[in-house]
């Protein structure tokens, strides 16, 4: 049986862009837009245009691509014509592929939010559709508050949907505005829809407000919507809109939609669908959500012993798709819990080949259960496990040594007079037969140790310049008699490798020190330093 074509709709740059504290540049949307766009996304709606400048100028001029480029706007406005409203004369003037309108659909917000009358909000739908097929534009018409609406009054809704159509929309898209609808009534309201419209011409827009906006997009789909609209990591106000890193390895990788569906995600591109998350979370720089499905870090992650030995068989076991199709990897987790076989599987994954039978694989594990015992917390540090793992076997280079380190923190009133606080770090470290000494000021006492840490490293700078910190956790344990501190540190170098390391102690200073060396020195171990 031939599969039908499923067409996905991104809105990441224009819906997601009205996350709180999101504040995409030009620079920001236009890779994150060639990004979409070589993902295979079919439709990249890209902004507002005359809505704030970034959008204006975006589509200022041709942005060639793939995708169906989309601008975003509003319907005339009642009372005025078409070409008389110069909102919509500026987005018909956008260099945009495709057109969508959003325009209300809910009796109750034309009344109230609109203050007009049904049949004027019906006109406006058909004059914008109608100005903007004239100017060659393919057209969408988002109905705001579809759901809802209909509820109140299906006839309406419709009849709201109907006017786009028979203009010639190419796509009427039924938007849960409010994120409140739930998956059997957007299954059943889209059945009834695609009675009078043709279901490859309707769309689906759903928010997370219940945290079904996936499960919605879906429903919408098996009642015969042919048009998912979603974002990137389920970016958009609130809750978010329907997250697109969760819906296209769905629809990729069960046999329920992928023996029914085309889409435009190539096997190939969905193994960088985890870049794809990973880089906008860089972009807004916000820490991945590690229970992310699909491309979190703890998506594929296994803790127990006796699942891990299972997993080393079998992974089918216990995973529900294979990790690499998105990009992803198995992570068996070594922990206080572990077995050999965790150490065993991490251990070559690392690409350090030991014998199962080695004591010093049996060594190694009562190390981490003896750190752990103590504060350490190695499934969230892979980088000082490594380093851990690799100093047991004998191969970490004795690179440098820090003989001795002072911090200090300093308030005092500035010439300005206002109380200001400032930290001095100074450290003496020994490379080769080098004696360097360095000082730095920070805006705390560990980025003033870090930033003199990484001052001056001999031999070895040139390995370090692209290392940068990108998140810094602390965590205050009650293990045993006193309170310890842990430190998590995560980096990240020049190639957009990530890793995380971990220091603990009663003191917080010392902990963030042990890992700001273990990041230093795996960072040189990666790189290849020689001894
Ligand atoms: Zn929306």
New binding site residues.
Partial sequence: MPRERLYLFDTTLR?GAQTNGVDFTLADKLAIARMLDDLGIDYVEAGYPGANPIDTSLFAEKRPMRATLTAFGMTRRPGRSASNDPGLVALLDAQADAICFVAKSWDYHVRVALETTEEENLASIRDSVRAAKAKGREVLLDCEHFFDGYKAKPAYALACAEAAYDEGARWVVL?D?NGGALPHEVEAIVGEVCKVIPGDHVGI?A?NDTEQAVANSFAAVRAGARQIQGTLNGL?ERCG?ANLVSIIPTLKLKPEFAQKFNIGVSDEKLHSLVHASHTLDEMLNRAPNRHAPYVGESAFATKAGIHASAIMKEPKTYEHVAPEAVGNRRKLLVSDQAGRSNVLAELERIGLTVDKDDPRVGRLLDEVKEREAIGYAYEAADASFELLARRMLGKVPHYFEVEKFDVNVEQRISAKGDRVTVSQAVVKVKVGDDVLISASEGIGPVNALDLALRKDLGKYQSYITGLELTDYRVRILNAGTEAVTRVLIESQDETGEHWTTIGVSPNIIDASFQALMDSIVYKLVKSGAPA
């Fill in positions: 819906d938007c505005t827009h928010h958009g809109n």
